[in-house]
DNA sequence: GATTGACCTTACCATCATGGGAACCCCCAT
DNA sequence: ATGGGGGTTCCCATGATGGTAAGGTCAATC
């Protein structure tokens, strides 16, 4: 099976497929004589694993461990466990952390009147130099720890 | 006023200053005769204008907009306002996103026993071939559009 | 006067996972 | 032999940020 069909079986990109083989994710595939990739029914099972855990949003180097620990027969589930709990961890951080911008947002939101006038609370706050904090949503700790937020 | 300064000012980084410079996020500023970048009070504050709203999450490109209405005195504050509501529903997008990943991972991490067996019901579900949803959560339309979706 | 140290400059590389495209090779059918 | 649909490698781009290296500048101290 080339590349294109184990692609669509699966549903990997064929650049993807190349950029796991690339970096080691997955293993250097056997090449028929003319140099194309040769993939078997196991090569896709493993590929649509790293899609399934990708769509769950385990980075690369999660994966790797997933796919050690779903290779070992002699694994604990415990251990498959710990990496999905830390996993879920970095989800409810992420979450909180656009949970609290989104907030934030919605309370200027509400207060801006949306018209044709130049008054707006929003660019008010964005401008704001370092004003006293709003009552009507006192002493929120809303957890600003990095001043430039990857989002 | 140097970068160093203005840096400590603005609480945006010098790389940042210089980055947001040669991208044109900001004009170029003036340079002292030994080349040193030279900001006034008024630099400062569009910095931390940018790094507020960069701290609720707004894209380079929405900040671009939002300043170009804040210099604009005949600006209306809808146009702002749309412009906040479009950053709401995307926060809101990547929320749901990252809570419909977080879901299915608990469900999972629920039903792992976590002890010394390898028997692993999120290994199982990862190299599960196309099964029957569980009955547990059952029908939850979780918006999965992207195969890859990039967390 | 010379050295030190804090500050500034540009330029390049790395991140993370992914897509795009060019230039080229291979195979099969018309 | 021509065309088309595979495949291959290599380079570049994304977004926003950090790191580092190699060098220029300045003020103070020895």
Redesign the interface.
């Known amino acids: 099976m080339n590349i294109g069909q184990a692609s669509k079986a699966s549903?990997?990109?064929q650049k993807?497929i190349r950029y796991y083989e690339s970096i080691g994710l997955i293993k250097d595939v056997e090449r028929s004589e003319n140099g194309y990739r040769t993939y078997a029914p196991n090569d896709i099972?493993t590929l649509?694993?790293i899609?399934?855990?990708?769509?769950?949003?385990f980075?690369i180097e999660q994966i790797q461990a997933?796919m050690a620990?779903?290779r070992?027969?002699?694994?604990?589930?415990?251990e498959?466990?710990?990496i999905?709990?830390i996993?879920?961890a970095e989800?409810?951080a992420?979450?909180e952390e656009?949970?609290a911008?989104?907030r934030?947002?919605?309370h200027?939101?509400a207060c801006?009147?949306?018209?044709?006038?130049?008054?707006?609370p929003?660019?008010d706050?964005?401008?704001?130099?370092a004003e006293a904090p709003a009552k009507a949503t006192p002493a929120r700790s809303n957890g600003?720890h990095r001043?430039?937020?990857r989002?």
């Open positions: 549903g990997v990109t993807m099972h649509a694993f899609r399934r855990a990708r769509h769950l949003g980075s997933l620990l779903w070992d027969e002699a694994r604990s589930s415990a498959v466990k710990a999905a709990k996993h879920i989800l409810q992420k979450i656009l949970a911008m989104q934030t947002l919605e200027l939101v801006c009147a949306g018209d044709d006038r130049p008054d707006c929003i660019i706050d964005l401008s704001a130099k600003r001043a430039q937020p989002v």
